[in-house]
């Protein structure tokens, strides 16, 4: 009897799964976020996704004891560092083109550092409890600490990541104050992520019947991850890109999201409706800051970004026309281009091209 009724919840959790992401990605595709095929070509059949593993390797212990994996090129004396934070269920390799264009284009200038969120990619996998933006804020901090133990920083966050750089900011504002001279946020919030995007989409009974599943129920959690992956991963598939799109870069990117442990997407939906980092913003306001969002971004709609520039007066606020959340790897030129700017406005290179109040591109 008792595995009748494990197997009838199961069934019943795999099938409103099913609905309940078809609805999420029918809604993205209402709202816009919609990728063409067959795309008229694939200009990275040939790349090289995997150049992130020719660099160096390396480790940092967060204050819970949580291995997170590094990487790192560039001169071990350049005079700034610049540290990549990724997104939900993204890995440091969804800064591909930055890592490879930047460090030739910034040679001895700069030295790049990337690392794995907790519960991502390389990193250590952590406790239920300590998923939280807050905590994500503290690991960037000991990232900096100890990858860049002196000298100067910027730091580019994106959608998650951009949280983690504004949550590290609250809570060490001497560090930033000292050290960090420049940001980048990309696709990201302060706060108000309930409202609109991602959790919006996705604030059904069925999350929380899969959370159940997953973080307290053993004998329910293979269900458990079968059905999330049902559920959340067709929404970020659709919500990456929108418009013309390599398939080498799509299929790079779903491999990504989908290699993601279903524990680690569940644990931090609920730490992503609970953000708010707008403490953060005075902290960052004389800072060069670089804001980036795309108008077909349905996981942090571009009105988020829009209200974060205007609380960031040193700020260049650039609007992708055809982007989704992805904005960084579909349109890698432009993005590199902004991070140029950002870079010769802290004074670590020459610059190139004039900065904008706000630039719409795509």
């Known amino acids: 009897m008792r595995r009748r009724r494990v197997t009838a919840v199961r069934g019943g959790l795999a099938t409103a799964g099913v609905v309940g992401a078809m609805a999420g990605v029918?809604?993205?595709?209402?709202?816009?976020?919609?990728?063409?095929w067959p795309a008229r070509r694939d200009e990275y059949r040939d790349e090289n996704f995997d150049l992130i593993d020719q660099d160096r390797s390396g480790a940092v212990l967060t204050?819970?004891?949580?291995?997170l994996a590094t990487r790192e090129c560039g001169p071990e004396d350049a005079p700034v560092t610049v540290i990549f934070v990724h997104g939900f269920c993204n890995t440091m390799e969804s800064f591909h083109f930055q890592r490879r264009d930047l460090e030739k284009r910034w040679g001895a200038s700069a030295r790049l550092v990337l690392f794995d969120l907790r519960g991502h990619g390389r990193s250590g996998t952590p406790e239920t409890d300590s998923c939280t933006v807050a905590q994500l804020g503290r690991d960037l901090a000991a990232v900096i600490t100890a990858s860049a133990p002196t000298g100067r920083v910027v730091l580019v966050g994106h959608s998650l990541g951009g949280m983690a750089v504004l949550a590290a900011a609250a809570q060490f504002p001497d560090l930033f104050a000292a050290r960090v001279i420049g940001i980048a946020l990309f696709a990201t919030a302060a706060a108000e992520v309930?409202?609109?995007?991602i959790t919006?989409?996705?604030r059904n009974p069925v999350i929380d019947r899969v959370r159940m599943a997953v973080l307290a129920a053993p004998a329910l959690a293979q269900a458990g991850r079968t059905t999330a992956r049902q559920l959340i991963s067709p929404i970020l598939h659709v919500s990456s890109f929108h418009g013309p799109v390599s398939p080498t870069l799509s299929r790079f990117t779903t491999m990504m999201i989908d290699r993601t442990p279903v524990e680690t997407v569940v644990k931090f939906l609920k730490a992503i409706e609970l953000h708010d980092e707008s403490a953060a913003l005075p902290t960052l306001a004389h800072l060069p800051a670089l804001v980036i969002g795309g108008t077909h971004d349905l996981v942090i709609p571009f009105r988020n970004s829009r209200a974060l520039a205007r609380q960031l007066p040193n700020s260049e606020l650039i609007r992708f026309e055809g982007a989704a959340h992805m904005p960084h790897l579909q349109f890698p030129d432009i993005v590199n281009d902004a991070l140029d700017r950002l870079l010769a406005r802290t004074g670590v290179i020459e610059p190139t091209q004039a900065p904008a109040s706000e630039v719409t591109s795509g």
């Open 194 to 197: 309930t409202a609109t995007g």
């Open 63 to 67: 204050d819970d004891d949580v291995r």
């Open 200 to 202: 919006q989409l996705l």
């Open 26 to 36: 029918h809604a993205l595709r209402r709202a816009g976020a919609r990728v063409l």
